[in-house]
C-alpha cells in the first residue's frame, strides 16, 4: 500500500486535512495510508513514504525535508487555497499524481 | 494589486529567508523541540495545580460550584495525593530540557542521540551545586532542577549535544568492538572517549568558574543571563511586540508562533512556572510574581487562533455575503473554537490580502493591552494556572486566573471587541473582491 506523509508544524491542523484526504480516498475507493507528522519526526518515517506534502505554513522547510528525502521520493507543498479549504479530494489527486 | 505585489516580493526577500533560517537553526530548532516535547508533561503538572485548587480545595471555585466540599468533607486530604505530580514535572523541567536539547542535537548532527541526551543530564549534575550533609544524610537543592535552572540546561544541552556529536564522529576516539559483541555493548564503547573528554571538560570548567564565583555556574548563568531576559520579556512592550511579529509573520503564510517559540519559551518558562508554584504554595491567582506573561496573549488574544480569528468568523456570519467566506467561516468554525485557524489564514484568505491584514495584526495587540490593563490594575487577577492553548477562548482566561469571573467576562468583552474591529474590514474585503470573485472561482476550480 502507498504511504502518503502530510508534514506541518504541530500536526494539528493538517490533521483535519488528513482525515478530508481518507475521506476523499475511500469514495475513490484507493487503498492509501495517509498520516501527518510535525517536521521535527519526519525523518523516521522518511523511508517508507511515497510522497511527502507540506502544509503552506512550512513551506521555508521544504529544502530540510528534500534533505531527509534526498530525491528519493516526490516532495511538494500543498496549494495554500486547498489547504485553506481543507479539499481532500484536491489534495488526494495531486497527491495521487505525483505518485504515478 | 501592484502594492500588494511589491511588499509580497519584499516578504519573500527579507522576512522568509529570515523564517526560514529561524527555523533550520539546529541549535533554535533543538531548543523549540525540547520546549515541545516536554509539553506534556509540564501541562499534566499545570492540570494537577488546577484540580488540586479548583476542584479539592474547599473555597476552590469548581467546588463552590458543585458543593463539592458539603458532599465530600475530606475533600482537601486528597490534594497531598496528587501534589508530588509537580515535583515529577514542573518542579524537574532543567532535567527533561538538558536532556532533550542534546538529544535534539544529536539528531540533527545523526550521531548516538539517546547517549548524547544522557551525557547532557550528566553534564547538568557534574556544574550542580555540591551535596550538603546533614545529619550524614546527602542533599542536593531542588533551586536548579526546576524552573531556574533552565539556562544552564539550555546552554548545557547545546554545548554538550554539540561535542558529543563531534567527537563521536572522529574516528581516533572510537573503539570498534569486533562483530561478536553484541551491538547495544558496542554502541556503548563507541563513544566512551567522548564522554569521558565531556564529563572530564567540563569538571574543570566548574572548578574554575567555583574558584572565580562561589555560587557555581547555574548561580552564575542565572544571574548573568537568565534574569536579564526574564525582566526583558516580562513587561507590556515585549509581549505586543512578540505578538506582532508572529501575526504578522501568518500574515506572509508563514507559522508564527512556531517560529518565535524558542525565543518566547526561554523568556517566559521561568515566570509561568514561578506563576504556577505560587499558585501551588498559596492557592490563588493573585499577587503572582510574575502578571505580565506569554499567558495573556492566550487568554485575550489569541481566541480562533493567531490574529484573534474567531472574531473574524462572527464578523464574516454578520455582515459576509460573498458564500466562499460563508463556506469558509462555517468550514472553520469548530477548529476555531479550539484555536486552530490555518482553514481562516489560507482559506479566506488572510495571507496577504492587504485588507484583512490590518485587523489580523491590529486585534491581539489590542487585547493583549486590555488584559494587561485589567490585570495591573487590579480588576483580576494575573492568568497563573497555565491553561492548554487549545482551550476554548473565555475559558482560558477564566481558568487561568483559577476561576475568575470578571475575567470569563473580559474575555467575551476582548471577543466582542474584535468582531467589532474586524467587521468594517470584512465589509470592505466583500465590496473589494465581489467583482473578482466570478474568476477566481473558475480559476480554483481548475487548480482544485
Same mark, same amino acid.
Given at each position: 500500500?502507498?504511504?502518503?506523509?502530510?508534514?506541518?508544524?504541530?500536526?494539528?491542523?493538517?490533521?483535519?486535512? @488528513?482525515?478530508?484526504?481518507?475521506?476523499?480516498?475511500?469514495? &475513490?475507493?484507493?487503498?492509501? =495510508? /495517509?498520516? #501527518?507528522?510535525? %517536521?521535527?519526526?519526519?525523518?523516521?518515517?522518511?523511508?517508507?513514504?511515497?510522497? @511527502?506534502?507540506?502544509?503552506?505554513?512550512?513551506?521555508?522547510? &521544504?529544502?530540510?525535508?528534500? =534533505? /531527509?528525502? #534526498?530525491?528519493? %521520493?516526490?516532495?511538494?507543498?500543498?496549494?495554500?487555497?486547498?489547504?485553506?479549504?481543507?479539499?481532500?479530494?484536491?489534495?488526494?489527486?495531486?497527491?495521487?499524481?505525483?505518485?504515478? | 494589486?501592484?502594492?500588494?505585489?511589491?511588499?509580497?516580493?519584499?516578504?519573500?526577500?527579507?522576512?522568509?529567508?529570515?523564517?526560514?533560517?529561524?527555523?533550520?537553526?539546529?541549535?533554535?530548532?533543538?531548543?523549540?523541540?525540547?520546549?515541545?516535547?516536554?509539553?506534556?508533561?509540564?501541562?499534566?503538572?499545570?492540570?494537577?495545580?488546577?484540580?488540586?485548587?479548583?476542584?479539592?480545595?474547599?473555597?476552590?471555585?469548581?467546588?463552590?460550584?458543585?458543593?463539592?466540599?458539603?458532599?465530600?468533607?475530606?475533600?482537601?486530604?486528597?490534594?497531598?495525593?496528587?501534589?508530588?505530580?509537580?515535583?515529577?514535572?514542573?518542579?524537574?523541567?532543567?532535567?527533561?530540557?538538558?536532556?532533550?536539547?542534546?538529544?535534539?542535537?544529536?539528531?540533527?548532527?545523526?550521531?548516538?542521540?539517546?547517549?548524547?541526551?544522557?551525557?547532557?543530564?550528566?553534564?547538568?549534575?557534574?556544574?550542580?551545586?555540591?551535596?550538603?550533609?546533614?545529619?550524614?544524610?546527602?542533599?542536593?537543592?531542588?533551586?536548579?532542577?526546576?524552573?531556574?535552572?533552565?539556562?544552564?540546561?539550555?546552554?548545557?544541552?547545546?554545548?554538550?549535544?554539540?561535542?558529543?556529536?563531534?567527537?563521536?564522529?572522529?574516528?581516533?576516539?572510537?573503539?570498534?568492538?569486533?562483530?561478536?559483541?553484541?551491538?547495544?555493548?558496542?554502541?556503548?564503547?563507541?563513544?566512551?572517549?567522548?564522554?569521558?573528554?565531556?564529563?572530564?571538560?567540563?569538571?574543570?570548567?566548574?572548578?574554575?568558574?567555583?574558584?572565580?564565583?562561589?555560587?557555581?555556574?547555574?548561580?552564575?548563568?542565572?544571574?548573568?543571563?537568565?534574569?536579564?531576559?526574564?525582566?526583558?520579556?516580562?513587561?507590556?512592550?515585549?509581549?505586543?511586540?512578540?505578538?506582532?511579529?508572529?501575526?504578522?509573520?501568518?500574515?506572509?503564510?508563514?507559522?508564527?508562533?512556531?517560529?518565535?517559540?524558542?525565543?518566547?519559551?526561554?523568556?517566559?518558562?521561568?515566570?509561568?512556572?514561578?506563576?504556577?508554584?505560587?499558585?501551588?504554595?498559596?492557592?490563588?491567582?493573585?499577587?503572582?510574581?510574575?502578571?505580565?506573561?506569554?499567558?495573556?496573549?492566550?487568554?485575550?488574544?489569541?481566541?480562533?487562533?493567531?490574529?484573534?480569528?474567531?472574531?473574524?468568523?462572527?464578523?464574516?456570519?454578520?455582515?459576509?455575503?460573498?458564500?466562499?467566506?460563508?463556506?469558509?467561516?462555517?468550514?472553520?468554525?469548530?477548529?476555531?473554537?479550539?484555536?486552530?485557524?490555518?482553514?481562516?489564514?489560507?482559506?479566506?484568505?488572510?495571507?496577504?490580502?492587504?485588507?484583512?491584514?490590518?485587523?489580523?495584526?491590529?486585534?491581539?495587540?489590542?487585547?493583549?493591552?486590555?488584559?494587561?490593563?485589567?490585570?495591573?490594575?487590579?480588576?483580576?487577577?494575573?492568568?497563573?494556572?497555565?491553561?492548554?492553548?487549545?482551550?476554548?477562548?473565555?475559558?482560558?482566561?477564566?481558568?487561568?486566573?483559577?476561576?475568575?469571573?470578571?475575567?470569563?467576562?473580559?474575555?467575551?468583552?476582548?471577543?466582542?471587541?474584535?468582531?467589532?474591529?474586524?467587521?468594517?474590514?470584512?465589509?470592505?474585503?466583500?465590496?473589494?473582491?465581489?467583482?473578482?470573485?466570478?474568476?477566481?472561482?473558475?480559476?480554483?476550480?481548475?487548480?482544485?
Amino acid at each position: 500500500m502507498k504511504k502518503l506523509l502530510l508534514v506541518c508544524a504541530a500536526g494539528m491542523s493538517t490533521s483535519l486535512l @488528513v482525515n478530508k484526504m481518507k475521506d476523499a480516498a475511500k469514495e &475513490k475507493g484507493v487503498e492509501l =495510508e /495517509i498520516f #501527518a507528522l510535525p %517536521v521535527s519526526e519526519c525523518q523516521k518515517v522518511a523511508h517508507e513514504v511515497d510522497v @511527502v506534502l507540506l502544509g503552506p505554513q512550512v513551506r521555508y522547510q &521544504k529544502p530540510q525535508v528534500e =534533505e /531527509i528525502i #534526498a530525491g528519493r %521520493v516526490p516532495v511538494e507543498v500543498i496549494d495554500m487555497r486547498a489547504y485553506g479549504t481543507m479539499n481532500g479530494k484536491a489534495v488526494l489527486e495531486r497527491a495521487l499524481e505525483l505518485i504515478a | 494589486m501592484g502594492f500588494m505585489a511589491a511588499f509580497e516580493k519584499f516578504a519573500e526577500k527579507t522576512l522568509v529567508p529570515v523564517a526560514a533560517k529561524l527555523n533550520s537553526q539546529r541549535h533554535i530548532v533543538a531548543i523549540r523541540d525540547a520546549f515541545i516535547l516536554s509539553f506534556p508533561i509540564t501541562l499534566a503538572g499545570s492540570l494537577i495545580v488546577l484540580l488540586n485548587f479548583a476542584v479539592l480545595a474547599p473555597d476552590g471555585f469548581i467546588a463552590k460550584i458543585l458543593f463539592l466540599h458539603k458532599l465530600f468533607p475530606n475533600l482537601a486530604d486528597l490534594q497531598s495525593v496528587f501534589s508530588p505530580v509537580l515535583n515529577g514535572s514542573v518542579n524537574i523541567l532543567s532535567m527533561f530540557i538538558v536532556f532533550l536539547v542534546a538529544r535534539n542535537m544529536a539528531i540533527s548532527l545523526k550521531a548516538d542521540e539517546l547517549l548524547s541526551g544522557l551525557t547532557g543530564l550528566s553534564v547538568f549534575f557534574i556544574i550542580y551545586p555540591p551535596y550538603t550533609n546533614v545529619d550524614g544524610a546527602n542533599f542536593l537543592t531542588t533551586q536548579w532542577v526546576g524552573a531556574q535552572g533552565l539556562f544552564v540546561a539550555l546552554i548545557v544541552g547545546l554545548l554538550v549535544g554539540e561535542l558529543f556529536s563531534k567527537l563521536s564522529k572522529s574516528k581516533r576516539l572510537q573503539i570498534n568492538m569486533p562483530d561478536s559483541v553484541p551491538p547495544a555493548v558496542s554502541r556503548s564503547f563507541k563513544v566512551l572517549f567522548p564522554i569521558i573528554i565531556i564529563t572530564v571538560l567540563f569538571a574543570i570548567v566548574n572548578a574554575l568558574i567555583n574558584a572565580i564565583y562561589p555560587d557555581g555556574l547555574h548561580g552564575f548563568i542565572y544571574a548573568a543571563i537568565q534574569t536579564p531576559l526574564k525582566s526583558l520579556g516580562t513587561n507590556i512592550v515585549s509581549l505586543v511586540i512578540l505578538a506582532i511579529v508572529s501575526n504578522l509573520l501568518w500574515v506572509f503564510g508563514i507559522h508564527g508562533p512556531n517560529t518565535i517559540a524558542a525565543i518566547r519559551e526561554a523568556m517566559f518558562a521561568e515566570a509561568n512556572l514561578e506563576n504556577l508554584n505560587f499558585v501551588a504554595e498559596h492557592g490563588t491567582a493573585w499577587g503572582a510574581p510574575y502578571p505580565v506573561t506569554w499567558a495573556i496573549n492566550d487568554a485575550f488574544a489569541n481566541y480562533g487562533g493567531s490574529g484573534m480569528t474567531l472574531g473574524l468568523l462572527i464578523a464574516i456570519f454578520i455582515v459576509a455575503k460573498r458564500q466562499d467566506y460563508r463556506d469558509i467561516g462555517k468550514l472553520s468554525i469548530a477548529p476555531g473554537i479550539f484555536n486552530i485557524n490555518e482553514p481562516v489564514i489560507f482559506g479566506l484568505p488572510v495571507v496577504l490580502n492587504p485588507i484583512l491584514i490590518v485587523p489580523f495584526i491590529l486585534v491581539p495587540a489590542i487585547n493583549i493591552i486590555i488584559g494587561y490593563v485589567a490585570i495591573v490594575s487590579g480588576l483580576i487577577p494575573p492568568i497563573a494556572y497555565s491553561v492548554p492553548w487549545t482551550t476554548p477562548g473565555p475559558l482560558i482566561a477564566f481558568l487561568g486566573t483559577g476561576g475568575n469571573y470578571i475575567a470569563l467576562l473580559l474575555g467575551f468583552v476582548c471577543l466582542a471587541v474584535s468582531t467589532l474591529v474586524y467587521l468594517p474590514f470584512v465589509i470592505a474585503a466583500n465590496k473589494a473582491n465581489a467583482v473578482a470573485y466570478g474568476e477566481q472561482k473558475s480559476d480554483s476550480d481548475v487548480s482544485a
